[in-house]
């Protein structure tokens, strides 16, 4: 089975500054998705940004964007002009499309986003 | 909104007793799953379903039954609440496509005495 590993339990940065969110999975297949989630203070699981292995590009989204090194099985979630709405709980996500889709969480890294 | 619906929000219980989460989407997602989130120990996939009709067990099913008699709804049910089942659950639908990622409920806290 797939495992997903974020060594980093807790983290701060400061409102403006930008931030790195680490993330490393293990897997035999080529194909499959990666995905960072947020979850703030109300609990509400927030999909940030969605990764196909297949492309090479990094993915983007606003201030939020990744870095894939798919050879070293990596996957950090970069947050740039970090914002105090940033603070939050991150997860890092793994999925096949096939097998159902089904997801292997990490364990997440909380975030704190200091004024 | 369209999205997926969990009640309740909260619950208590005492250890034996059965109840049941309803989780309801609107999206039209074949699949659907429920997970457990425990302090530090990130999300566990507890059972899923790719379509009505159609449920299978996750990593940790024990103690829990689900069913899935249309697209819409997957209810999870807790047979003989233990304290150890106390803990925050999450249902997730997605299409059956290309994994664009889950849309999640807003959760149910649930305690276990």
């Given at each position: 089975a797939q495992t997903v590993t974020q060594s980093q339990p807790e983290m701060s940065v400061q409102e403006a500054e930008t931030v790195t969110l680490s993330c490393t999975y293990d897997t035999s297949e080529n194909n499959y998705y990666l995905f960072w989630y947020k979850q703030p203070p109300s609990r509400q699981m927030i999909l940030v940004i969605r990764q196909e292995a297949y492309k090479q590009q990094n993915a983007t989204e606003n201030r939020f964007s990744v870095n894939f090194q798919k050879a070293a099985k990596s996957f950090s979630l970069k947050i740039s002009d970090?914002?105090?709405?940033?603070?939050a709980m991150y997860f890092c996500a793994f999925s096949y499309?096939?097998?159902?889709g089904k997801s292997t969480f990490g364990d997440g890294t909380t975030l704190t986003v200091k004024p | 909104n369209a999205g997926v619906t969990q009640t309740p929000k909260f619950q208590v219980l005492k250890t034996g007793q059965s109840m049941t989460l309803q989780c309801a989407q609107?999206?039209?997602?074949?699949y659907m799953s429920w997970y457990r989130q425990d302090p530090g120990m990130g999300l566990r996939l507890i059972h899923y379903s790719v379509g009505a009709g159609i449920t299978d067990q996750g990593e940790v099913p024990n103690g829990y039954n689900v069913s899935r008699s249309t697209t819409e709804d997957f209810p999870l049910r807790l047979l003989s609440a233990a304290p150890s089942q106390t803990s925050v659950y999450f249902c997730a639908s997605r299409e059956?496509?290309?994994?664009?990622?889950y849309t999640f409920g807003s959760g149910t806290r649930l305690t276990v005495v």
């Open positions: 970090s914002q105090l709405g940033d603070t499309n096939t097998n159902a | 609107d999206m039209n997602h074949e059956s496509g290309r994994n664009y990622g």
